[in-house]
């Protein structure tokens, strides 16, 4: 069983900036495509970004696109979301996901892996 956890939530102001990472417990976790997704309360879950296995090739939200940057390190097993020029609207349970296909997937329903969530809050 894959198990993702997600660290580096927090409360931060407006204009701030966020490292979230999501652990891998998964030895090959390089076959992965890695992504991460958002929900905020009463929404549905969204995409926000995304990776295919070496890194190399990323994909945005047009929300977040030039704001956030999608990262791994597949040393260490684990997914990065640099979070920069944070707004109100990207308050939410962020969460990381974890996918076995070559295809990213927009929708949530898709990816094979979850972890449990942590929570950004941007005040204004």
């Known amino acids: 069983q894959v198990q993702l956890v997600e660290s580096g939530g927090g409360l931060v102001q407006a204009g701030g900036s966020l490292r979230l990472s999501c652990a891998v417990s998964?030895?090959?976790?390089?076959?992965?495509?890695m992504g991460w997704f958002r929900q905020a309360p009463g929404k549905e879950r969204q995409f926000v970004a995304a990776?295919?296995?070496?890194?190399?090739?990323?994909y945005y939200a047009p929300s977040v696109k030039g704001r956030f940057t999608i990262s791994r390190d597949n040393a260490k097993n684990t997914v990065y979301l640099q979070m920069n020029r944070l707004e109100p609207e990207d308050t939410a349970v962020y969460y990381c996901?974890?996918?076995?296909?070559?295809?990213?997937?927009?929708?949530?329903?898709?990816?094979?892996?979850w972890g449990q969530g942590t929570q950004v809050t941007v005040s204004s």
């Open positions: 998964e030895g090959t976790f390089s076959r992965y495509y």
């Open positions: 990776t295919e296995w070496s890194g190399g090739i990323t």
């Open positions: 996901a974890a996918d076995r296909s070559e295809v990213v997937a927009t929708t949530p329903g898709l990816w094979d892996y």
